[in-house]
């Protein structure tokens, strides 16, 4: 397959825009993303596009299947929250409510063009289920929690027999990729993040965990190890690919251990802000080279899966935190939702248009106020048009793997509506 577009943009390191670009497709990746004039011989189909070509967004952070849970609780700080309306609506889904749920995330997120999330939640089995319907891809971590009927041994332990039997990746298009998810420091003891870093590491797993996201809810490890990250550090958990997510409240010396260890961070700056959970230093991070990308964190904190506003709410909470203005700029935060996403999961297989990435594509439809100048306007103003005017509502098309997944803004997989049907009852029970 052939796709050429008036603008392409790969998301390499300088995030150029190619002016009439193809991108090929051969087995699920791209063969070669550059200048239509240089590209080579093509005999198979060809689609010409009317708007810009670029990766598929990464969110690095989520627990997509409480859409089921969205709106409860909205308006309450993140313990209380937790605790009080989250935590107990969670402890009565069903397997079935996890798969609804993630079904509707889902393709929620591919039509905002997110074409990767990294999805900490339990039963992964039909998280995974509903990820491959819809097409998407998913970077799974099974949570782990210490807690009543819970038992963090064999959660690990079944995350790690998962991983042995069917791959660390698997699926179409290696579509869904299976690792760890100790939930944090405040709901396990030490020795459970000793085991799952070894674990993880022994298997080259992700291990995805909340850190230091609010000042109340690490006061006891805080009292006892100083910061989160030296508690991490402590129990053997940092070493291998490790993701942190939030990582809101670190000190110069939490930040040049997360350098040191090669951690990176999942910037959640909606919900981070929704939830008075406080501003992550984002320019602190990436001066010292931490790997960062973007996430929306749950559609119950934030309160959506639209990884366009994470790129606005970032550049602008930045920009007012230092009263900067160009602290952080639209191709920026392009980057940090595609290519920074990949790096932050670790992989070098997805986030950016290159020969040998998955081809994981979004169309973006110019027909828009947002785009008043046309694509025939400077590289600089295309792209901050797109960042800071367009948005999700621009996305038309999306492939994962080279395999069309949304058409003109709808899933060419799922009945949305019969989606969005199926978790009606489900949100009005687990409301109580």
């Given at each position: 397959m052939?796709?050429r577009a008036?603008?392409?943009?790969?998301?390499?390191?300088?995030c150029?825009?190619?002016?009439?670009?193809?991108?090929?497709?051969?087995d699920?990746?791209v063969?070669?993303?550059g200048p239509?004039?240089?590209?080579?011989?093509?005999?198979g189909p060809?689609?010409?596009?009317?708007?810009i070509?670029?990766?598929?967004?990464v969110n690095?952070?989520?627990?997509s299947p409480?859409?089921?849970?969205?709106?409860?609780?909205g308006?309450l700080?993140l313990?209380r929250w937790?605790?009080?309306?989250i935590w107990p609506?969670?402890?009565?889904?069903?397997p079935?409510?996890?798969r609804?749920?993630m079904?509707?995330?889902?393709?929620e997120?591919?039509r905002?063009?997110?074409?990767?999330?990294a999805?900490?939640?339990?039963?992964?089995?039909e998280v995974a289920s509903?990820v491959?319907?819809?097409g998407?891809?998913?970077?799974?971590a099974?949570?782990i929690i210490?807690?009543?009927?819970?038992?963090?041994?064999?959660?690990?332990?079944?995350?790690g027999?998962?991983?042995?039997?069917?791959?660390?990746r698997?699926g179409?298009g290696?579509?869904?990729?299976?690792?760890?998810?100790?939930?944090?420091?405040?709901?396990?003891?030490?020795?459970?993040l000793?085991?799952?870093?070894?674990?993880a590491?022994s298997r080259?797993?992700?291990?995805?965990?909340h850190v230091a996201?609010s000042?109340q809810?690490d006061v006891?490890q805080?009292?006892?190890h100083g910061?989160?990250p030296?508690?991490l550090?402590?129990?053997?958990?940092?070493g291998?690919?490790v993701l942190?997510?939030?990582?809101?409240h670190?000190?110069?010396?939490?930040?040049?251990l997360?350098?040191?260890?090669?951690?990176?961070?999942a910037h959640?700056?909606?919900s981070?802000?929704?939830?008075a959970?406080?501003?992550?230093?984002?320019?602190?991070l990436?001066?010292?080279?931490?790997?960062?990308?973007l996430?929306?964190?749950g559609p119950?904190?934030n309160?959506?899966l639209?990884?366009?506003?994470?790129?606005?709410?970032?550049?602008?909470?930045a920009?007012?935190?230092r009263?900067?203005?160009t602290?952080l700029g639209a191709?920026d935060v392009?980057?940090?939702?595609?290519?920074?996403?990949?790096a932050?999961?670790?992989r070098?297989?997805?986030?950016?248009?290159?020969p040998?990435?998955?081809?994981?594509?979004v169309?973006i439809?110019?027909?828009?106020?947002a785009?008043a100048?046309?694509?025939?306007?400077?590289?600089e103003?295309?792209?901050a048009?797109?960042?800071w005017?367009?948005?999700?509502?621009?996305?038309?098309?999306?492939?994962?793997?080279?395999e069309?997944v949304?058409?003109e803004g709808e899933?060419?997989k799922?009945?949305?509506?019969?989606?969005q049907?199926?978790t009606?009852?489900?949100?009005?029970?687990?409301?109580g």
């Amino acid at each position: 397959m052939r796709l050429r577009a008036p603008a392409v943009l790969p998301c390499d390191p300088s995030c150029t825009v190619l002016r009439d670009a193809v991108v090929d497709v051969v087995d699920g990746r791209v063969a070669y993303c550059g200048p239509a004039a240089e590209a080579p011989p093509h005999e198979g189909p060809e689609r010409l596009l009317t708007g810009i070509l670029m990766p598929g967004l990464v969110n690095t952070h989520a627990h997509s299947p409480m859409t089921v849970l969205r709106g409860m609780g909205g308006d309450l700080p993140l313990m209380r929250w937790l605790t009080e309306v989250i935590w107990p609506a969670e402890a009565r889904m069903t397997p079935a409510d996890v798969r609804a749920g993630m079904l509707l995330g889902s393709v929620e997120m591919l039509r905002a063009g997110v074409t990767t999330s990294a999805e900490m939640y339990f039963h992964c089995a039909e998280v995974a289920s509903a990820v491959l319907e819809t097409g998407a891809r998913a970077v799974l971590a099974p949570a782990i929690i210490d807690a009543p009927g819970w038992d963090w041994k064999a959660q690990t332990a079944e995350a790690g027999a998962w991983i042995d039997t069917d791959g660390l990746r698997f699926g179409p298009g290696d579509r869904i990729e299976i690792g760890y998810g100790p939930h944090s420091a405040y709901t396990l003891p030490p020795e459970a993040l000793t085991a799952v870093g070894e674990q993880a590491r022994s298997r080259g797993a992700l291990v995805q965990v909340h850190v230091a996201e609010s000042l109340q809810e690490d006061v006891a490890q805080r009292e006892a190890h100083g910061t989160v990250p030296t508690l991490l550090e402590k129990t053997g958990l940092l070493g291998g690919r490790v993701l942190a997510a939030h990582a809101v409240h670190l000190s110069d010396d939490d930040i040049a251990l997360f350098a040191r260890h090669g951690v990176s961070v999942a910037h959640c700056a909606g919900s981070n802000a929704k939830l008075a959970s406080g501003i992550a230093r984002v320019p602190d991070l990436l001066t010292a080279g931490v790997p960062l990308g973007l996430g929306t964190d749950g559609p119950a904190s934030n309160d959506d899966l639209d990884l366009w506003e994470e790129m606005r709410w970032t550049a602008m909470i930045a920009r007012v935190s230092r009263m900067d203005s160009t602290i952080l700029g639209a191709a920026d935060v392009l980057l940090l939702a595609t290519r920074g996403g990949a790096a932050a999961l670790h992989r070098d297989d997805i986030g950016s248009l290159e020969p040998g990435t998955w081809a994981d594509l979004v169309h973006i439809g110019v027909d828009d106020p947002a785009f008043a100048g046309g694509v025939d306007v400077p590289d600089e103003q295309l792209i901050a048009n797109l960042v800071w005017a367009a948005g999700s509502r621009t996305v038309s098309d999306v492939w994962v793997a080279g395999e069309h997944v949304v058409a003109e803004g709808e899933s060419t997989k799922v009945d949305r509506h019969e989606a969005q049907r199926a978790t009606v009852e489900i949100t009005g029970r687990l409301r109580g």
